[in-house]
């Protein structure tokens, strides 16, 4: 199977599992699934599938470059520095949290400290709080997210200029 195919499929699986997961068992989202409003459900749905892509291609795709490195493309890894960037400048220009979450709690009615659920937070069905903005420094998860992204960069352009130098 080719990479793009393997990726395609580890993907689907991954988000339709943790965004269920996240619905079925998250008191928020439960909460506002009771209140009945089709156009709130379908945004909050929208925008957990959505942000479960987006965790999915910036926490997982690095393992998998690695693993399939000999017959990926560069363009993958030059999408994939790109999707990192965007990230890190989307966190700096939003007081250091995620616009799509800040969005998905106003839906779901509950303070804007509170973090994505990542796949710990929803197996556990925990509610992680972010580090907040008059703090001066990060909570453990805030760090180990940050770092995660600039030594998955750091990584990455040297598995470009491996791509680069072996050809």
Sequence with gaps: MHFIQKYLVYITIFVVLFSYLEAK???H???KFKEGNPKT???LIGLLLFHNILYFGIYFSLPLLIYN???INSNY???YIGLLGSILLSWSSNDGKCWFTVEQNKLLGIDTEYGFSDFIAILSNTHPKITKSSEKTLNLRDKLYWYY???AIGITFYL???KFNTL
């Design 25 to 27: 068992r998250n008191k």
């Design 29 to 31: 989202y439960i909460k």
């Design 41 to 43: 459900i379908s945004l």
């Design 69 to 71: 490195f000999r017959e």
């Design 77 to 79: 890894l030059i999408a």
């Design 149 to 151: 992204i600039y030594s």
């Design 160 to 162: 470009l200029y491996l």
